[in-house]
């Protein structure tokens, strides 16, 4: 059978580099984006930096450290006001870019995406083919890893170079043994250091604890056995032998989307009602546009440039019904303009899903048990668009007399 190629495109410190704007000089010292500006319910969460610079890392300082704990081991660490429509904007088109040429990407953040090349290696002729034709794509310096597993692959784009892609080997896209390519990515991330788990988000706080416990390297992990990690980390600790054994889960690409956008400059910053009149005019111009085709829309993006810091603010929307009426959405929509930081002096309006033609022509008989039915399938789409695929899940009992409580019941689904 055909091995995944899994091809990584990693672009160092994006969103620090995106705040930054022309004050590139600035990541020549201790540099680190400001935690994000609190709104609603989160003023009581941790403050926590964001990317940091070279210079930061010196001092021991990564991402998602405590903002006290990385001010105490650098007194002159600078905090850069994050910029996330920025960021938003200009890794869109990246992503688009990609898909350009042929690409299924799963975008994983800003700055880090995955795409399987299997598919695109007789199209562009090779591995080095398609690097080169996504590199010419892209038009920004950006590393490139390739390797049989995702998590491999980022580890490979980590040590890569701009003008030097890093490949491991059993990443050829040739008929060979599925076990081949584990183990030959098993032998690529032993020598790596644990921190690279930090990659994925849900494993974020775990390098700690096991470098305190004298874990150093990918491969002292993958020598322990699945059970002692399960016992000690639970799910997080299956799943970083998993990782640190060479295996991945399959990528999810995104389902590829037309974007849509409309903006306004504001005369001066404005707040109030009058932010809410520039929002209904956002929502009339999006209506009419031609490339809409009668669709409802199902989430939307709120963007604005803030004038206090010269940062940005963002928050995205998603609706209970997919909508194409201006009135329900601006209903929908106002109340989170309260949730901006500071004045406005630009507002911004982007489609980020649409939902299906718009029609509110209903049966003359429905029964109960189908509307109720219907309107739960309807509330699990809602949860999966704001939060993911895996936001409706069910417990099914897999072995309820097991010793070990991962093993009783089994996460799924849930289809309604």
């Given at each position: 059978m055909?091995?995944?190629?899994i091809?990584?495109v990693?672009l160092?410190?994006f969103q620090?580099m995106?705040?930054a704007?022309?004050?590139?000089?600035?990541l020549?010292?201790?540099?680190?984006?400001?935690?994000?500006?609190?709104?609603?319910?989160?003023t009581?969460?941790?403050?926590?930096?964001?990317?940091?610079?070279?210079?930061?890392e010196?001092f021991?300082?990564?991402?998602?450290?405590?903002?006290?704990e990385?001010?105490?081991?650098?007194p002159?660490?600078?905090l850069v006001?994050?910029d996330?429509?920025?960021v938003?904007d200009?890794?869109e088109?990246?992503?688009?870019?990609?898909?350009s040429i042929?690409?299924?990407?799963?975008p994983?953040?800003p700055?880090?995406?995955?795409?399987?090349?299997?598919?695109?290696?007789?199209l562009?002729?090779?591995?080095?083919?398609?690097?080169?034709?996504?590199?010419?794509?892209?038009r920004t310096?950006a590393?490139?890893?390739?390797?049989?597993?995702r998590?491999?692959a980022?580890?490979?784009?980590?040590?890569a170079r701009v003008?030097r892609p890093?490949?491991v080997?059993?990443?050829?896209?040739?008929r060979?043994?599925?076990?081949?390519?584990?183990?030959q990515?098993?032998?690529?991330?032993?020598?790596?250091p644990?921190?690279?788990?930090r990659?994925r988000p849900m494993?974020?706080?775990?390098?700690?604890?096991l470098?305190?416990?004298?874990?150093?390297?990918l491969g002292e992990?993958?020598?322990?056995?699945?059970?002692a990690?399960a016992?000690?980390?639970?799910?997080l600790?299956l799943?970083?032998h998993?990782?640190?054994?060479?295996?991945?889960?399959?990528?999810r690409?995104?389902?590829?989307s037309e974007?849509?956008?409309e903006s306004?400059?504001?005369?001066?910053?404005?707040?109030?009602?009058?932010l809410?009149?520039?929002?209904?005019l956002l929502i009339?111009?999006?209506i009419?546009?031609?490339?809409r085709?009668?669709?409802t829309?199902?989430?939307?993006?709120?963007?604005?440039v803030?004038?206090?810091?010269?940062?940005?603010?963002?928050?995205q929307?998603v609706?209970?019904?997919?909508?194409?009426d201006?009135v329900?959405m601006?209903?929908?929509?106002?109340?989170?303009?309260?949730l901006m930081p500071?004045?406005?002096?630009?507002l911004?309006?982007a489609?980020?899903?649409?939902?299906g033609?718009?029609?509110d022509?209903?049966?003359l008989?429905?029964?109960?048990?189908?509307?109720?039915?219907?309107?739960?399938?309807?509330?699990i789409?809602?949860?999966r668009?704001?939060?993911?695929p895996d936001a409706?899940l069910r417990?099914l009992?897999?072995?309820?007399?097991?010793?070990f409580?991962?093993?009783?019941?089994?996460?799924a689904?849930?289809?309604?």
């Amino acid at each position: 059978m055909f091995v995944s190629v899994i091809a990584c495109v990693l672009l160092p410190r994006f969103q620090l580099m995106i705040a930054a704007g022309d004050r590139l000089e600035l990541l020549r010292e201790p540099v680190a984006l400001a935690p994000a500006a609190a709104s609603g319910s989160g003023t009581g969460a941790a403050q926590q930096v964001g990317e940091v610079s070279l210079a930061a890392e010196a001092f021991g300082i990564h991402p998602g450290m405590r903002l006290g704990e990385a001010l105490a081991r650098c007194p002159r660490l600078v905090l850069v006001p994050p910029d996330p429509a920025g960021v938003a904007d200009f890794w869109e088109r990246l992503l688009v870019r990609l898909e350009s040429i042929g690409a299924a990407v799963e975008p994983e953040r800003p700055g880090l995406v995955c795409f399987d090349v299997s598919g695109l290696l007789r199209l562009h002729g090779g591995i080095d083919g398609v690097i080169a034709v996504a590199r010419r794509a892209l038009r920004t310096p950006a590393r490139f890893g390739v390797a049989p597993s995702r998590f491999a692959a980022v580890a490979a784009a980590t040590r890569a170079r701009v003008r030097r892609p890093e490949i491991v080997a059993g990443a050829s896209g040739v008929r060979s043994e599925r076990v081949d390519a584990r183990a030959q990515a098993r032998a690529y991330l032993a020598p790596l250091p644990v921190a690279l788990l930090r990659a994925r988000p849900m494993l974020a706080d775990l390098p700690e604890p096991l470098e305190r416990l004298g874990v150093k390297t990918l491969g002292e992990l993958a020598a322990f056995s699945p059970m002692a990690l399960a016992d000690r980390f639970g799910k997080l600790g299956l799943v970083a032998h998993d990782l640190a054994s060479g295996g991945d889960s399959a990528l999810r690409p995104r389902p590829a989307s037309e974007y849509l956008r409309e903006s306004l400059e504001l005369p001066e910053a404005v707040s109030g009602l009058q932010l809410e009149r520039g929002l209904g005019l956002l929502i009339d111009r999006l209506i009419a546009r031609r490339e809409r085709r009668g669709r409802t829309i199902r989430a939307v993006v709120i963007s604005a440039v803030l004038v206090e810091h010269g940062g940005t603010w963002r928050e995205q929307v998603v609706f209970r019904d997919a909508l194409a009426d201006p009135v329900r959405m601006r209903l929908a929509l106002a109340p989170h303009l309260a949730l901006m930081p500071a004045p406005a002096e630009a507002l911004r309006l982007a489609v980020e899903r649409f939902g299906g033609p718009a029609s509110d022509q209903r049966s003359l008989l429905q029964d109960p048990a189908a509307a109720r039915a219907a309107r739960l399938r309807e509330a699990i789409r809602q949860a999966r668009v704001a939060a993911g695929p895996d936001a409706a899940l069910r417990v099914l009992e897999v072995d309820p007399d097991s010793r070990f409580p991962e093993r009783r019941a089994v996460l799924a689904p849930f289809e309604g």
